[in-house]
């Protein structure tokens, strides 16, 4: 399950700081939007979702914000842990559809002890 | 918390040959997907499953691809004439009936598939 790529952007932080990663989704039709968790060797693990009728929210320690208008999703992880350190996917759904969720190309976050 | 299994975890196999990929998708969920991953890109979408027929598939989830759901617990993926293409991993994916806005979807752990 590992998503290795020379070309994932990575975003390098310090334990303890708070992260922002960011996504440009690409359907204005999208309603559905999800952040997955990929570690190596793992499948993507569910974080937190978002319908397109909210602009934020929050679960634990995470906040997804969506902006319509610029079809932008962004992750904020709070307090950053060495754990947090994988392969951050955003996803999106549309209607009308299987609910077949379509990828983006991921972020690597490292965090630096 | 429940999860989604799959077996095996690593298959290797001869090009040409056929392979079945297994899953067993959390007990009460009622929509089932597969995709793929192939090294260095983006997770794919192949084929949603529901009420015992595809529900939506890709242009990958060709004539080669079929899907199964052969008892009450697991789905399955045969990919019939395996291409050196095909090497990837494969996901499967499984959520509650989506309703109105969507469901989040679970995914196991994957098969690694390498063809040779």
């Known amino acids: 399950g590992e998503s290795v790529g020379l070309h994932l952007p990575t975003l390098s932080v310090q334990e303890g700081d708070n992260s922002i990663i960011n996504c440009a989704y690409s359907n204005s039709a999208s309603d559905y939007f999800i952040w997955y968790k990929q570690e190596s060797g793992k499948g993507p693990q569910f974080i937190i979702d978002i319908r397109s009728n909210m602009d934020k929210r929050q679960g634990q320690r995470v906040t997804v914000l969506l902006n319509k208008t610029v079809k932008h999703l962004s992750l904020q992880i709070a307090a950053t842990q060495p754990g947090d350190s994988a392969v951050y996917f955003c996803?999106?759904?549309?209607?009308?559809?299987?609910?077949?969720?379509?990828f983006g190309s991921g972020t690597r976050l490292l965090v630096r002890p | 918390e429940p999860e989604v299994t799959q077996t095996p975890s690593h298959q290797v196999t001869q090009m040409g040959q056929e392979v079945i990929l297994r899953c067993v998708p959390i007990s009460n969920h009622l929509y089932f997907y597969w995709y793929r991953q192939i090294l260095g890109q983006k997770v794919e979408f192949l084929v949603s499953f529901y009420n015992n027929e595809i529900s939506e598939k890709s242009e990958i989830f060709d004539d080669q691809f079929s899907v199964e759901r052969p008892d009450g617990s697991n789905f399955t993926l045969k990919i019939r004439s395996t291409k050196l293409e095909d090497s990837a991993m494969y996901f499967c994916?499984?959520?509650?009936?989506?309703?109105?806005?969507?469901?989040?979807?679970?995914f196991g752990d994957g098969t690694r598939l390498s063809i040779l």
């Open positions: 994916a499984s959520s509650a009936f989506p309703g109105i806005g969507g469901q989040p979807q679970h």
């Open positions: 996803a999106e759904n549309m209607p009308d559809s299987s609910y077949k969720l379509i």
